[in-house]
Protein backbone atom coordinates (compact mmCIF):
# COMPACT_ATOMS: atom_id res chain seq x y z
CA UNK A 1 0.00 0.00 0.00
CA UNK A 2 1.74 3.68 -0.99
CA UNK A 3 1.59 6.06 1.16
CA UNK A 4 -1.14 8.37 -0.94
CA UNK A 5 -3.55 5.13 -0.20
CA UNK A 6 -2.75 5.18 3.28
CA UNK A 7 -3.46 8.80 3.41
CA UNK A 8 -6.70 8.15 1.75
CA UNK A 9 -7.55 5.32 3.75
CA UNK A 10 -7.20 7.69 7.11
CA UNK A 11 -9.91 10.12 5.74
CA UNK A 12 -14.01 9.99 5.95
CA UNK A 13 -15.56 7.94 3.11
CA UNK A 14 -17.33 11.14 2.07
CA UNK A 15 -13.75 13.21 1.44
CA UNK A 16 -13.38 10.21 -1.59
CA UNK A 17 -15.21 12.43 -4.25
CA UNK A 18 -14.12 15.65 -3.17
CA UNK A 19 -11.13 16.47 -5.96
CA UNK A 20 -9.37 18.88 -3.70
CA UNK A 21 -8.73 16.40 -0.97
CA UNK A 22 -7.75 13.27 -3.45
CA UNK A 23 -4.98 16.50 -4.68
CA UNK A 24 -3.77 17.31 -1.18
CA UNK A 25 -3.16 13.31 -0.27
CA UNK A 26 -1.37 13.35 -3.39
CA UNK A 27 0.90 15.74 -3.10
CA UNK A 28 1.20 15.11 0.70
CA UNK A 29 2.02 11.35 0.13
CA UNK A 30 4.91 12.17 -2.33
CA UNK A 31 6.48 14.17 0.61
CA UNK A 32 5.68 12.04 2.91
CA UNK A 33 7.68 9.24 0.99
CA UNK A 34 10.50 11.60 0.46
CA UNK A 35 10.93 12.24 4.22
CA UNK A 36 10.42 8.43 4.71
CA UNK A 37 13.46 7.84 2.23
CA UNK A 38 15.78 10.79 4.00
CA UNK A 39 14.92 9.20 7.78
CA UNK A 40 15.78 5.46 6.04
CA UNK A 41 19.31 7.34 4.45
CA UNK A 42 19.97 8.96 8.18
CA UNK A 43 19.27 5.98 9.54
CA UNK A 44 21.86 4.06 7.63
CA UNK A 45 24.34 6.75 7.89
CA UNK A 46 24.15 6.76 12.02
CA UNK A 47 26.01 3.55 11.96
CA UNK A 48 29.77 2.92 10.00
CA UNK A 49 28.74 -0.39 8.86
CA UNK A 50 25.92 0.83 6.54
CA UNK A 51 27.10 4.42 6.10
CA UNK A 52 27.94 5.51 2.58
CA UNK A 53 27.43 9.14 2.82
CA UNK A 54 29.02 10.09 5.75
CA UNK A 55 32.47 7.65 5.82
CA UNK A 56 34.11 11.33 5.56
CA UNK A 57 32.90 12.34 8.61
CA UNK A 58 33.88 9.37 10.86
CA UNK A 59 37.36 9.41 9.56
CA UNK A 60 37.82 13.05 10.07
CA UNK A 61 36.03 12.56 13.42
CA UNK A 62 38.62 9.47 14.04
CA UNK A 63 41.40 11.44 13.11
CA UNK A 64 41.49 8.64 10.26
CA UNK A 65 43.28 9.43 6.76
CA UNK A 66 40.68 10.26 4.09
CA UNK A 67 41.53 8.03 0.75
CA UNK A 68 38.80 8.26 -1.50
CA UNK A 69 40.45 5.88 -3.87
CA UNK A 70 40.28 2.83 -0.93
CA UNK A 71 36.81 0.57 -1.89
CA UNK A 72 34.23 1.48 0.59
CA UNK A 73 34.39 -1.78 2.67
CA UNK A 74 37.82 -0.87 3.30
CA UNK A 75 37.07 2.08 4.56
CA UNK A 76 34.51 0.54 7.10
CA UNK A 77 36.48 -1.63 8.13
CA UNK A 78 39.11 1.14 9.13
CA UNK A 79 36.32 3.13 11.02
CA UNK A 80 34.93 0.17 13.33
CA UNK A 81 38.32 -1.26 14.25
CA UNK A 82 39.75 2.65 15.22
CA UNK A 83 36.05 2.59 17.07
CA UNK A 84 36.79 -0.76 18.51
CA UNK A 85 40.36 0.03 19.35
CA UNK A 86 39.79 3.13 22.22
CA UNK A 87 40.34 1.74 25.58
CA UNK A 88 42.62 -0.50 27.88
CA UNK A 89 45.03 -2.64 25.58
CA UNK A 90 43.96 -6.55 25.72
CA UNK A 91 44.05 -9.41 23.56
CA UNK A 92 40.33 -9.48 22.72
CA UNK A 93 40.81 -5.93 22.01
CA UNK A 94 43.10 -6.77 19.54
CA UNK A 95 41.45 -9.16 18.33
CA UNK A 96 38.41 -7.59 17.51
CA UNK A 97 40.11 -5.19 15.68
CA UNK A 98 42.11 -7.30 13.51
CA UNK A 99 38.38 -8.88 12.42
CA UNK A 100 37.07 -5.43 11.88
CA UNK A 101 39.68 -5.53 9.11
CA UNK A 102 39.47 -9.13 8.10
CA UNK A 103 36.15 -10.31 8.52
CA UNK A 104 37.73 -13.99 9.21
CA UNK A 105 38.63 -16.06 11.97
CA UNK A 106 41.68 -15.12 13.54
CA UNK A 107 44.09 -16.15 17.14
CA UNK A 108 45.80 -13.18 18.63
CA UNK A 109 48.81 -14.51 20.68
CA UNK A 110 51.55 -13.23 23.03
CA UNK A 111 54.82 -14.80 23.10
CA UNK A 112 55.76 -12.94 26.37
CA UNK A 113 59.77 -13.47 26.14
CA UNK A 114 60.25 -12.20 23.26
CA UNK A 115 57.75 -9.05 23.44
CA UNK A 116 55.67 -10.13 20.54
CA UNK A 117 51.98 -10.30 19.72
CA UNK A 118 51.26 -12.62 17.04
CA UNK A 119 48.16 -12.18 14.70
CA UNK A 120 47.27 -15.56 12.84
CA UNK A 121 44.51 -16.00 10.16
CA UNK A 122 42.41 -19.02 10.20
CA UNK A 123 40.23 -19.09 7.59
CA UNK A 124 41.85 -16.37 5.20
CA UNK A 125 43.59 -17.75 2.46
CA UNK A 126 47.12 -15.41 1.56
CA UNK A 127 47.72 -11.93 2.61
CA UNK A 128 44.17 -9.88 3.57
CA UNK A 129 43.80 -7.03 1.22
CA UNK A 130 43.49 -4.18 3.87
CA UNK A 131 46.65 -5.52 5.56
CA UNK A 132 48.43 -2.33 5.42
CA UNK A 133 45.26 -0.55 7.26
CA UNK A 134 45.51 -3.29 9.67
CA UNK A 135 49.22 -2.69 10.87
CA UNK A 136 48.71 0.44 11.59
CA UNK A 137 45.70 0.82 13.31
CA UNK A 138 47.58 -2.61 15.56
CA UNK A 139 50.39 0.02 15.82
CA UNK A 140 48.26 2.78 17.35
CA UNK A 141 46.90 0.40 19.59
CA UNK A 142 49.33 -1.81 20.98
CA UNK A 143 51.82 -1.02 23.88
CA UNK A 144 55.08 0.23 22.44
CA UNK A 145 57.45 -2.53 23.67
CA UNK A 146 55.79 -5.48 21.75
CA UNK A 147 56.40 -6.30 17.98
CA UNK A 148 53.97 -7.57 15.82
CA UNK A 149 54.18 -10.58 13.74
CA UNK A 150 51.60 -12.11 11.18
CA UNK A 151 51.08 -15.42 10.49
CA UNK A 152 49.16 -16.10 7.08
CA UNK A 153 47.39 -19.55 5.87
CA UNK A 154 48.29 -20.72 2.47
CA UNK A 155 46.88 -24.19 0.76
CA UNK A 156 48.97 -26.92 0.89
CA UNK A 157 49.37 -29.78 -1.42
CA UNK A 158 48.22 -32.09 1.06
CA UNK A 159 45.23 -30.10 1.25
CA UNK A 160 44.50 -30.22 -2.81
CA UNK A 161 46.27 -33.61 -3.42
CA UNK A 162 44.21 -36.93 -4.49
CA UNK A 163 41.26 -33.83 -2.41
CA UNK A 164 40.21 -31.37 -5.84
CA UNK A 165 39.75 -32.26 -8.66
CA UNK A 166 41.73 -30.34 -11.75
CA UNK A 167 38.07 -27.96 -12.56
CA UNK A 168 37.83 -27.22 -8.93
CA UNK A 169 41.62 -26.23 -8.86
CA UNK A 170 41.66 -24.03 -11.55
CA UNK A 171 39.02 -21.62 -9.72
CA UNK A 172 41.75 -21.16 -6.68
CA UNK A 173 43.39 -17.58 -6.64
CA UNK A 174 47.11 -18.25 -7.02
CA UNK A 175 47.55 -16.09 -4.38
CA UNK A 176 46.06 -18.48 -2.01
CA UNK A 177 49.08 -20.47 -2.49
CA UNK A 178 52.65 -19.70 -0.95
CA UNK A 179 54.80 -17.85 -2.32
CA UNK A 180 51.75 -17.25 -5.48
CA UNK A 181 51.34 -14.10 -7.20
CA UNK A 182 48.76 -12.78 -9.41
CA UNK A 183 50.19 -13.33 -13.52
CA UNK A 184 49.58 -10.06 -14.76
CA UNK A 185 49.56 -9.74 -18.85
Avoid: C
Wanted: aromatic letters at 8%.
Amino acid sequence: MTTVERLRDYLPDYYAEIVEMDNLTATEGVEFDALYSDIETLLNESYPETSTIFLDRYEKDLQILVDKTKPVDQRRSVIISKMRGSGKVSGSMIKNVAQAYDGGTLEVGVDIPHYTIIITFIDTMGIPLNLDDLKQALEDIKPAHMALEYKFRYLLIREIHNVMTLKQLETIKLSNFTGGVPIVN
